[in-house]
């Protein structure tokens, strides 16, 4: 199981997409980021960086995670300069521009997150709103694809860049929803293999085409 921060080299050896994985917690509305379609505690403990009452460090029960989204990317370079631009604006959320977070969140009349039981929807959202914006920000827009749990997750469609292509799931239940995603990573797969196999014929093409023009 892949526990640790992966490089492009290890995604594409071990047969993972060009793809980040969110997974939502359905209890608290917390959100981690994955390279694979898991979730581990390595993975909590490395984008939790200071847990307080109101974001406590959630366990890795697969019974309280769902997938919020899956990006996929036009290549494994992008895919993972996606996840640390994620993980770079969690530890800022977090951490170094804590306080000007916490100044844009819908707060409660004791100051705090707002919440319904536990569940602060606050977290789901700055989750997809950092999602569109490294997009944006690292340019990582082109043949780039959003799989997501439902598209009103997404928000409004006028806030992503154009280019970026955003795709219902398919309905599942709790038990199917990593075999859901497995066929998500397949085909990350097969797309990826399609521009790599175009993007290698295009110097063929051309050497066949210099040759032609030599013989006329």
């Keep these: 199981m892949a526990t640790k921060f992966r490089n492009s080299h290890w995604l594409k050896t071990n047969e993972f997409a060009p793809q980040v994985f969110l997974f939502r917690n359905i209890e608290?509305?917390?959100?981690?980021?994955?390279?694979?379609?898991?979730?581990?505690?390595?993975?909590?403990?490395?984008?939790?960086?200071?847990?307080?009452?109101?974001?406590?460090?959630?366990?890795?029960?697969?019974?309280?995670?769902r997938p919020l989204a899956v990006a996929q990317f036009e290549d494994y370079q992008k895919a993972v300069q996606a996840y640390h631009g994620l993980v770079e604006l969690r530890f800022m959320r977090q951490v170094s521009k804590k306080n000007e977070a916490q100044s844009m969140r819908k707060l409660n009349e004791y100051n705090r997150i707002w919440y319904s039981g536990q569940y602060r929807p606050t977290y789901t959202m700055?989750?997809?709103?950092?999602?569109?914006?490294?997009?944006?920000?690292?340019?990582?827009?082109?043949?780039?694809?959003?799989?997501?749990?439902?598209?009103?997750?997404?928000g409004d469609s006028k806030l992503w860049n154009?280019?970026?292509?955003?795709?219902?799931?398919?309905?599942?239940?709790?038990?199917?929803?990593?075999?859901?995603?497995?066929?998500?990573?397949?085909?990350?797969?097969?797309?990826?293999?399609?521009?790599?196999?175009?993007?290698?014929?295009?110097?063929?093409?051309?050497?066949?085409?210099?040759?032609q023009s030599v013989h006329v």
Excluded at 137 to 149: A, F, G, H, R, T
Excluded at 189 to 204: A, G, I, M, R, T
């Design 126 to 154: 700055e989750a997809t709103a950092d999602l569109s914006a490294v997009i944006d920000e690292l340019k990582l827009s082109k043949n780039c694809k959003v799989y997501w749990d439902g598209l009103w997750w997404r």
């Design 28 to 65: 608290t509305g917390q959100v981690v980021y994955s390279q694979t379609p898991h979730i581990t505690k390595y993975q909590i403990n490395q984008q939790f960086f200071r847990p307080n009452k109101e974001n406590k460090k959630p366990l890795p029960r697969h019974d309280i995670w």
């Design 162 to 211: 154009q280019d970026v292509e955003h795709i219902d799931m398919e309905r599942y239940g709790r038990r199917e929803k990593f075999v859901i995603l497995d066929e998500i990573r397949e085909k990350g797969l097969l797309d990826f293999q399609k521009v790599e196999q175009q993007l290698n014929q295009q110097p063929l093409q051309t050497e066949q085409s210099t040759e």
